[in-house]
């Protein structure tokens, strides 16, 4: 005979309308910011157990687990696809250069004339800059 888990006998008080709710919540949120939102329903509902909001929500019971735990240390965890992969900006790459022609940009850079916008026009074009002053690169 199976005895169901101790924690799982006292489910919180949700319609099912409310549980879909805060499925289709956690559908639309991706990475940290899902996991947040799932442990913070989980503490809100389910008294912090992730077993009870897998049974309740159908989340699963790692990444809440995993959620509660970036929530209690404040750091978060980043996946090997996210920290790992890709390549990286041009400016991470080139710190001095980009530094350097942000300098010469905000040389030439004037106001938007009505004042309406803050955009901020530039006068010249990059490949422009670069070929002015090839020394300050």
Same mark, same amino acid.
């Given at each position: 005979?199976?005895m169901?888990?101790?924690?799982? +006998?006292?489910?919180?008080?949700?319609s099912?309308s409310?549980?879909a709710?805060l499925?289709? &919540?956690?559908s639309?949120?991706?990475?940290?910011?899902?996991?947040a939102?799932?442990?913070e329903?989980?503490?809100?509902?389910?008294?912090?157990t992730?077993?009870?909001?897998? &049974?309740?929500f159908?989340?699963?019971?790692?990444?809440?687990a995993?959620?509660?735990?970036?929530?209690r240390?404040?750091?978060?965890?980043?996946?090997?696809?996210?920290?790992y992969?890709?390549?990286?900006?041009?400016?991470? +790459?080139?710190?001095?250069?980009?530094?350097?022609?942000? +300098?010469?940009?905000?040389?030439?850079?004037q +106001?938007?004339?009505?004042?309406?916008t803050g955009?901020?026009?530039?006068a010249?074009t990059?490949?422009t800059l670069?070929f002015?002053s090839?020394?300050q690169?």
């Amino acid at each position: 005979m199976c005895m169901p888990h101790a924690t799982l +006998q006292r489910r919180p008080s949700l319609s099912p309308s409310q549980i879909a709710d805060l499925r289709l &919540a956690a559908s639309k949120m991706t990475g940290p910011q899902r996991r947040a939102f799932e442990a913070e329903m989980t503490l809100k509902y389910c008294g912090g157990t992730p077993l009870m909001a897998e &049974a309740v929500f159908g989340w699963g019971r790692q990444t809440v687990a995993l959620g509660l735990a970036e929530r209690r240390t404040g750091i978060i965890c980043l996946g090997a696809q996210a920290a790992y992969s890709g390549r990286k900006r041009w400016e991470e +790459q080139h710190p001095q250069a980009a530094q350097a022609l942000r +300098q010469l940009a905000d040389a030439h850079a004037q +106001q938007d004339p009505t004042f309406r916008t803050g955009c901020v026009f530039f006068a010249t074009t990059p490949p422009t800059l670069v070929f002015q002053s090839p020394s300050q690169l």
